[in-house]
């Protein structure tokens, strides 16, 4: 199905003559022109891999276009990939990178990829035509026929950059559990990791050159509204953190299924772990850093990184580290976070103070701004793009002062988003009214308990990545859109299945899928896509939120 797994047929109006509810949603689906029954699959020509491999691309002999890198749609270049299938020929349309052709008749199957990522989708759809069974690990019956609806599928995505955010700083998540996120995103033709990986309460990520960052900062002496069921308080020591092979195997299986990973560092705020493991980094002329310890609770923190060139050297060896682990090919963007970084102990701080009179830059925003500034630049000289969370565009730099590279995450809504767009600047739409999945997502008591207000599944199938009104111009700046999965009140995996999925779905339809808009999209058609959905992620073993809420 779908596009995006919620699978099925709906919108582009294909459905197999079989009546699979599966083919769907596919931007230019056709009919087929002999309308046959169910093809058993692998009695053709057919050049599709094993269903059951999600992690094994169709090969790219397959493609009749170009080959494209891994990860093609967000190469280096400003807007990148925007480009889709090409309109100039309307008869046989060019398949953009991310584009797949794939066609059953009575001879067989036929997946044409544009590049090796728009072979690796159409397998998804292959997949999900298949019925749920194929999305089974366990070895199946080898007499069992496996039959796909006839019919051609034309299908690419409406954006380049369809992403999930995973927060592994509030709570650590296993590499083995990242892993499977990567395979459930692939299945949902996401094509994104934005890895947050540093925070008040952890940091993640081995660096060799400041080793009581994961020493000291991976580990916190208690978990906070972990569990559902616990007290407030969880007083288990929590933690954990990844090491660069863990890194490197992340990235690799990542790009096996054509997924960018985007590593965040989040700066200056959001930095008490790092102050934990190096005090020198906080404002040591405001408080006693050396008594900080990784926060155990959740909020905006005041702790903040002082301005002061120590701290840029600092940090200039984190991300040189941080490029090494997370090459260009795998991601030209770099995320610093930027975000609630309160500026009371620079108010107070007279280092501080010297510093913007030093630099002449007016007030604590405008230090921010030069701190966002310092590590624009550092990152275009290194041929890599910045991306932060829109309070990047404080203090002055929403005119002119980011590089042109530089991008947005727009989080408190669409408005900065809609400026840094408005402004020439590349934008992930992720505001936090839509796709913020530790929100609940329903009114009852019985939710397990969650950040901030009600999102419904509906909700979500409901959210327009482009504003309404954005000029043509500034709407090709918005590369694309992402779910973000904050993990305060999720402790395991069984919390974070449960708040992404099956919202994640819908969300995958909307990130992939060019649906109406939102009043106009076919709420009927995607129930019944999510009813045959719920079945393949009855089979991949995620423990989503029932329908009918939640397990008592
Ligand atoms: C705001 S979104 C934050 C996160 C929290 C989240 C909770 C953003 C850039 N900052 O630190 O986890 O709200 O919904």
Redesign the pocket.
């Given at each position: 199905a779908p596009a995006t797994g919620a699978g099925g047929t709906a919108e582009g109006g294909h459905a197999g003559p079989a009546g699979s509810a599966d083919l769907g949603s596919a931007a230019h689906a056709e009919p087929a022109s002999e309308s046959a029954g169910p093809v058993p699959v692998g009695l053709g020509p057919g050049r599709c891999a094993d269903p059951g491999s999600p992690g094994d691309p169709a090969q790219p002999a397959s493609a009749s276009g170009p080959a494209a890198p891994a990860t093609a749609a967000l190469g280096p270049g400003r807007g990148a990939g925007l480009a889709g299938p090409t309109p100039s020929a309307p008869a046989t349309p060019a398949l953009g990178p991310e584009a797949y052709r794939l066609t059953v008749d009575r001879n067989g199957v036929e997946l044409v990829g544009g590049g090796p990522a728009g072979a690796f989708w159409g397998l998804q759809t292959l997949r999900q035509m298949l019925g749920a069974a194929a999305f089974r690990k366990a070895p199946l019956d080898r007499a069992r026929r496996w039959a796909v609806p006839a019919g051609t599928v034309t299908d690419g995505p409406r954006f380049p950059w369809r992403g999930l955010m995973l927060?592994v700083a509030?709570h650590f998540m296993p590499k083995d559990d990242v892993l499977r996120q990567l395979d459930l995103m692939a299945a949902h033709k996401l094509n994104v990791l934005h890895l947050h990986l540093t925070?008040d309460q952890g940091w993640r990520i081995e660096i060799k050159r400041h080793p009581r960052l994961t020493e000291v900062g991976g580990w916190r002496a208690r978990s906070k509204w972990g569990h559902r069921a616990s007290p407030l308080w969880d007083e288990t020591p929590h933690g954990g953190y990844y090491t660069q092979d863990d890194i490197r195997e992340i990235v690799g299986y990542a790009a096996d299924r054509h997924i960018s990973v985007v590593p965040e560092i989040d700066v200056p705020g959001?930095s008490q772990a790092a102050i934990a493991a190096y005090p020198e980094l906080g404002n040591t002329d405001v408080i006693d850093t050396t008594a900080l310890s990784v926060w155990d609770t959740?909020g905006?923190n005041p702790n903040v990184l002082a301005p002061t060139d120590t701290v840029l050297r600092f940090y200039e060896g984190v991300f040189e580290e941080v490029l090494d682990l997370f090459p260009a090919e795998v991601s030209p963007f770099v995320h610093i976070?930027g975000?609630?970084c309160p500026k009371d102990q620079w108010k107070a701080s007279p280092t501080a103070q010297a510093r913007i009179e030093e630099l002449g830059v007016g007030d604590e925003d405008g230090l921010q701004a030069w701190f966002v500034r310092h590590f624009d630049r550092w990152l275009a000289a290194r041929g890599r793009r910045l991306i932060g969370?829109d309070e990047i565009l404080e203090g002055g730099l929403a005119e002119g002062g980011l590089t042109d590279g530089a991008a947005v995450?727009s989080?408190r809504g669409y408005a900065g988003g809609i400026t840094a767009a408005e402004a020439g600047h590349d934008v992930v739409m992720c505001p936090?009214q839509q796709v913020?999945l530790?929100?609940r997502q329903a009114p009852g008591e019985d939710e397990p308990m969650p950040?901030?207000y009600v999102r419904t599944l509906d909700d979500v199938y409901r959210f327009e990545p482009v504003p309404p009104g954005l000029a043509p111009d500034a709407a090709a700046h918005v590369l694309g859109t992402q779910a973000?999965v904050?993990t305060?009140v999720m402790a395991d995996r069984a919390r974070v299945d449960y708040q992404t999925y099956p919202r994640l779905a819908a969300f995958a339809e909307v990130a992939w899928s060019r649906l109406p808009a939102p009043e106009e999209r076919d709420q009927a058609g995607f129930e019944r896509r999510m009813t045959a959905h719920y079945a393949r992620l009855d089979a991949l073993g995620v423990a989503y939120r029932p329908p009918a809420g939640p397990h008592p």
């Open positions: 927060d509030r925070d959001h959740w905006v976070g975000d609630e969370w995450s989080w936090e913020y530790d929100h950040i901030g973000n904050w305060e």
